[in-house]
């Protein structure tokens, strides 16, 4: 059976503004051990790839990252680049000062990484500005009613595609990821916070309906390993 999803009273200690600069980094590491391990960032990488495979890209290729965080998925877009031979050109966006503190200073060596703060149902961009815009486990923090506008936000943006990843929630997926939290994080409000993301998360029918509301009725949502699902809007 599947859960009810929690809303805004479940938050997540990353949701909270106050949390000490010290915990932040070491749970923003944790997202970022998680993501390596269990397949946030090969979801996106995987999808980049292919259609920069497909249409034969070259040259710079300019990508929006929205909810960054640590701006941890940026940077292996980067480091993937580098091994590609194509050369990527990256802004990171959150909207919280004190994450926006800790991406900073992950990629004070990538000069092709730009931080910007800034809210993601505002942004500063036009239309077509960028050739990717990736966008990693930030649904399950938004009611449907934000989580739509964010994607209506985000549709016209990019040239050649949108990329959306994030949890599905389920029974199952509470149990795996409770288990992953507390076998390799190191901080208890990772535990915390992994766990209610699954609760709050979003099933694959949900996704696929808030995308069609959101007016991205092409945009083709699947299942990924450990629990994720990715949605691709091509262009």
């Not at 009613?145 to 994607?151: D, N, P, T, V």
């Not at 901080?187 to 959101?214: M, W």
């Amino acid at each position: 059976m599947i859960f009810a999803r929690l809303t805004g009273s479940a938050l997540e200690h990353l949701d909270q503004a106050n949390l000490d600069s010290r915990e932040l980094r070491i749970c923003l590491n944790d997202v970022e051990r998680l993501n390596r391990w269990f397949g946030g960032a090969s979801a996106v990488l995987a999808e980049v790839g292919r259609i920069v495979r497909q249409r034969g890209l070259k040259g710079s290729i300019q990508v929006l990252d929205i909810g960054t965080g640590g701006a941890d998925i940026p940077r292996a877009m980067v480091r993937w680049g580098t091994r590609q031979r194509l050369s990527f050109r990256i802004v990171a966006c959150d909207r919280h000062a004190a994450i926006i503190g800790v991406a900073a200073a992950a990629c004070s060596g990538a000069a092709s990484i730009s931080i910007l703060r800034t809210d993601a149902l505002a942004l500063p961009f036009q239309p077509g500005h960028f050739d990717f815009v990736t966008c990693s486990l930030m649904m399950h923090h938004l009611p449907e009613e934000h989580a739509i506008r964010l994607l209506e936000g985000l549709r016209e943006l990019p040239r050649r595609a949108l990329i959306v990843s994030d949890l599905r929630r389920s029974r199952l997926a509470y149990a795996g990821v409770w288990l992953g939290t507390h076998l390799v994080c190191r901080s208890p409000f990772t535990r915390h916070d992994g766990p209610v993301s699954v609760r709050r998360a979003y099933t694959l029918d949900e996704l696929r309906a808030l995308s069609r509301r959101a007016g991205c009725v092409n945009m083709s949502w699947r299942r990924r390993p450990f629990f994720r699902a990715v949605g691709v809007l091509e262009k």
